[in-house]
């Protein structure tokens, strides 16, 4: 069988896609309406049982811009997810690296204890957290939300593994010229590091960006919210104002699926390759 006979084969649709199709309408179907309803008017929106709506309602854009300082919002949620992004990548390649590849007393317990971390469920430990924070100085401030994600348990282990996957002889090689270690890291192993941290960037990205709980109450300033914190800003006590909400939160998902987009090739090669060892 030839290569074109392979690529032609794998083009088909096969039976599986009959059983990912339907999952994959369900999936996208709250997108869907988040859309429609970020065109619809308040009375549409409300309607029972729901429909489409008769018009395209571009000002409730515009509205969910101008009557809340959105661009705020959104400015805040980038500075705090690209810094804990950076911090991750830097922070947790070089913990992966020493928990792979160094020896030291303890070593082994230290990371077991870090991995021990990730079956903690984080309503145990906010309070604490806060506490600290407001120890610190940095209550009320971006800072609360950058400092506690600098570092992820998550991203230590995913380093980690990747480290264990990279044969030694690369790394003696290197040392037998001369390199030491972070010469080693940054010229010999970050190249083959792009995929793993694609998937820790856009990880980290994500579960900054959507966070909700922890800035809710690190954060009370309405310049300091995040855009999630924001959005809050359109349901009241009594009503909600669904077609400004939907829009509000259509522009802040904007980002993310960008993101996603562009580094997906990265994430499904680094899920591909490296897996668990």
């Not at 999952?23 to 309607?47: D, G, H, K, N, Y």
């Not at 380093?159 to 090689?173: H, K």
């Not at 960008?258 to 997906?264: D, E, G, I, K, P």
Request: glycine share 6%; with cysteine.
């Amino acid at each position: 069988m030839t290569a074109l006979q392979v690529r032609r084969r794998s083009r088909r649709p096969s039976a599986l896609h009959l059983i990912l199709l339907p999952i994959s309408l369900v999936m996208i179907a709250p997108l869907v309406w988040m859309v429609l309803v970020s065109f619809s008017t308040q009375a549409e929106a409300r309607r029972f049982p729901p429909g489409l709506p008769s018009g395209l309602e571009w000002h409730n854009y515009a509205d969910a811009w101008n009557d809340v300082p959105l661009g705020s919002w959104l400015y805040n949620s980038t500075v705090v997810s690209v810094v804990c992004v950076v911090g991750n990548l830097v922070l947790c390649s070089l913990a992966g690296y020493a928990f792979a590849r160094i020896r030291f007393i303890g070593g082994r317990v230290a990371f077991l204890a870090i991995l021990a971390t990730l079956m903690v469920p984080f309503q145990i430990v906010m309070l604490p957290l806060l506490i600290m924070v407001r120890e610190v100085g940095l209550s009320d401030t971006l800072g609360a939300l950058i400092a506690p994600n600098l570092a992820t348990a998550f991203g230590v282990f995913l380093m980690r593994q990747f480290f264990m996957t990279v044969p030694r002889e690369l790394e003696e090689a290197a040392r037998i010229d001369g390199a030491s270690r972070l010469r080693i890291l940054l010229q010999v192993l970050l190249p083959l590091m792009r995929p793993t941290l694609a998937t820790l960037a856009v990880l980290t990205f994500l579960q900054t960006w959507n966070d909700f709980l922890w800035p809710l109450i690190a954060i009370h300033s309405p310049g300091s919210m995040t855009v999630q914190i924001g959005l809050q800003s359109f349901q009241g006590a009594h009503t909600t104002n669904w077609p400004k909400l939907m829009a509000g939160t259509v522009l802040s998902q904007v980002p993310v699926l960008l993101v996603f987009f562009v580094a997906q090739r990265f994430f499904v090669r680094s899920v591909a390759s490296v897996g668990i060892k």
